[in-house]
């Protein structure tokens, strides 16, 4: 279908009592993490299961909103084009943030390049809207401190995170650190789910990006980008396991494979995602057109992804 042509009466029917299931058990699941993890103090710790969850509003809300602007922005995205896509499913988890994210359906490929782009590039844009006064505002709650000496998590370091750390707190001195807010954490999670939306490869929100800029070329990134995460993950093997190993580091060999393995595992879904689309290629589109203006909206996206990129996501002291 092209863009612009008005979808068949009744074509494509999405039950949306799925979408509120989910989506209810996703805002469960994320306040379970906020109270359980990153709100949780000796105080809550003490209360009841329900209200420490509760006690976890200023981690999941804001998460909550910055996943809800990116879903919507994608789905009013295909909308506007008439392109056919269910209401997003979210994906609750009952660990670390409490949720995956989510994914929209979308039954058609689809066949305009510049529809491609726009409903690829809404997501993560919109996301971040929310993502940065998000973590702005959590930054301005979050003291800066000494770094504990074990028995603490630090989390994934990038070029804007690190801008938006100066601008807020200035320089910080050597062995210290921003201790951070529920709010922060959730607008840093922000950061790190447009990140990981942004790679490059397959249909993640990257690789349609790529494929409207690129077209079929973005098989090559694709291949490339799927090897270059097996050698990060090598280079984390190298980075934490081999010392210990050695008798070089003093780190109990658990942690240490623990902080290299995010990559591998993100290698491994990306060769799942090869394996069911079978190959490295998108699904093509009708036209090989993209507008002058879209065209600079993917190299804002692509300079953006290298701004969110985190080299080691999460690392366990």
Known sequence: MT???????????????????????????????????????????????????LSGWTFAVPLLAILLFHEFGHYIAARLHRVPA?????????????????????????????????????GPLAGLLVAIPVLVIGLSLSPVGPNPESGYILEGQNLLYLLLKYLVHGPIP??????????????????????????PFGQLD???????????????????????????????IGWFLLPV?????????????????TWFWWFGLLSLMKRLQGGYQHPPTDDRVLSDKRRKVAWACALLFALLFMPTPLTQY
């Open 3 to 53: 863009e612009g042509e008005a979808l068949p009466s009744g074509k494509h029917q999405f039950d949306g009592r799925i979408n509120v299931v989910f989506f209810v058990a996703t805002v469960t699941t994320v306040f379970w993490a906020g109270g359980s993890y990153w709100a949780l103090t000796e105080e809550t710790a003490k209360l009841p299961a329900l209200e420490r969850m």
């Open 206 to 236: 990257g690789g349609h990006i790529t494929y409207a800029l690129l077209g079929d070329r973005h098989a090559v990134v694709g291949r490339w980008v799927h090897t270059g995460l097996l050698l990060l993950f090598l280079g984390h």
């Open 174 to 199: 050597p062995g210290h650190d921003v201790h951070l807010h529920p709010t922060a954490a959730a607008g840093w999670a922000g950061l790190l789910l447009t990140m990981l939306n942004l790679i």
């Open 245 to 261: 190993l050695a008798g070089a580091a003093e780190t109990p060999w658990v942690l240490a494979l623990s902080n290299s393995m």
């Open 86 to 122: 269910s209401l997003p499913y979210f994906i609750p988890i009952p660990l670390f943030l409490g949720t995956f994210g989510a994914v929209i359906a979308m039954p058609d490929r689809i066949r305009s390049r510049n529809a491609l782009l726009d409903i690829g590039a809404a």
